[in-house]
Each structure stands twice: as C-alpha cells, then as structure tokens.
C-alpha cells in the first residue's frame, strides 16, 4: 500500500506568465520554477463541470473556474515563496498552489465545525 503523503510533489513557484486569449481559449497561468514549465493553472467558465486535475509530459493542469482567477494571482503576486502542489489525478486528490512547503492533508488545517 503507497502512503499518500508519497505521492505528493511540491515544487517551488519562481515565475509565472499569464496568458487571457482574445478567442475561444480559457484565460491560463502557466508556472515556471528553475526556468523551466511545470505547469498551469486553467480557468474555465463559471458553472461549467471541471475537468480533474492531471499532468501531461511532467507539467501538472490545475483546473478552476473563472471565479477563481483573482485569488490565484493575487497570491502570485503578493506571497512568497508559493508552491505548487500535486498530488494526483481523480477524486481523493489535493491539488493546487500553496504558501507553505508543510505537505497538507485532507484533514490538516480543516475547520472543525
């Protein structure tokens, strides 16, 4: 049986470039660490069904709903350092950007009321 912290990858955010098409693409921000891609966050329209996270050729996808875009850069911009996290593809699974390199389960820092 796998651990499910093991699973887990952290990665440090160095940079990240925006792109917010004028056509049918969703506004995107795609993470750099080390000068190289590893990945990016997807913003598909409010209300739609959200594909599940994945990673294509060692880059992870992180899909929000357009909602979601402010709060996602505005942690770019304003924390750091910032991680980016993922820990696998389908229900169960935590993904997403993160201040702290501390690994967050499912029951860690969850309110309990």
């Known amino acids: 049986m796998r651990s499910y912290a093991k699973m887990m990858s952290l990665t440090k955010i ?8 004028s056509n049918t693409f969703v506004p995107r921000i795609w993470l750099k660490s080390n000068d190289k891609f590893i990945g990016q966050l997807i913003f598909e329209p409010n209300g739609s069904a959200l594909p599940p996270d994945n ?3 060692d880059q992870v996808n992180l899909y929000y709903h357009l909602d979601d875009y402010k709060n996602a850069i505005d942690l770019l911009r304003n924390d750091h350092p910032i991680y980016l996290l993922y820990s696998g593809s389908g229900s169960g699974f935590e993904n997403g950007i993160q201040t702290t390199t501390e690994m967050i389960t499912a029951n860690k820092h969850r309110s309990t009321k």
Do not use: L, R
């Not at 160095?14 to 098409?21: G, L, Q």
């Open 14 to 21: 160095d940079e990240y470039e925006v792109m917010y098409s």
């Open 55 to 57: 990673m294509v050729n």
